[in-house]
């Protein structure tokens, strides 16, 4: 395999990883937006569609334009207040219970210490 072989392959796997990147963020992007999961799958197969009818194009300098291109629609609609998972971090949950710090010890058998 030549160099130009190699930079080409090369380049084709970093735009489809950038691809399926773009992807899976518009598509958790999509479930922020809709209230009902019914209202989901409307969005979802519109987006998939979308990203289908792209699927042959061979250009690699057209490829990285509509690559551009999305991800400069997708930061501009992107949803301003996205759900996160409450025990994430983030969420409403998370740390909510902290590690208490060094030096404090902690007695899980309280009132049972003499008993053994």
Same mark, same amino acid.
């Given at each position: 395999?030549?160099?130009?072989?190699?930079?080409?392959?090369? =380049?084709?796997? @970093?735009?489809? %990883?950038?691809?399926?990147?773009?992807? *899976?963020?518009?598509?958790?992007?999509?479930?922020? +937006? #809709?209230?009902?999961?019914?209202?989901?799958?409307?969005?979802?197969?519109?987006?998939?569609?979308?990203?289908?009818?792209?699927?042959?194009?061979?250009?690699?300098?057209?490829?990285? =334009?509509?690559? @551009?291109?999305? %991800?400069?629609?997708?930061?501009?609609? *992107?949803?301003?207040?996205?759900?996160?998972?409450? +025990? #994430?971090?983030?969420?409403?949950?998370?740390?909510?219970?902290?590690?208490?710090?060094?030096?404090?010890?902690?007695?899980?058998?309280?009132?049972?210490?003499?008993?053994?």
């Amino acid at each position: 395999m030549n160099l130009a072989t190699a930079s080409y392959l090369a =380049r084709r796997a @970093a735009q489809k %990883e950038r691809v399926r990147t773009l992807y *899976r963020r518009a598509l958790k992007d999509t479930l922020n +937006w #809709a209230v009902h999961r019914h209202l989901f799958y409307h969005d979802a197969d519109a987006l998939r569609e979308k990203f289908e009818a792209n699927r042959n194009v061979e250009d690699i300098e057209l490829i990285d =334009r509509m690559i @551009a291109a999305g %991800e400069a629609s997708y930061n501009k609609w *992107r949803h301003p207040d996205p759900y996160i998972v409450p +025990w #994430a971090p983030g969420g409403t949950k998370f740390c909510r219970n902290p590690t208490p710090p060094p030096g404090i010890e902690i007695i899980h058998d309280y009132g049972r210490e003499d008993n053994y």
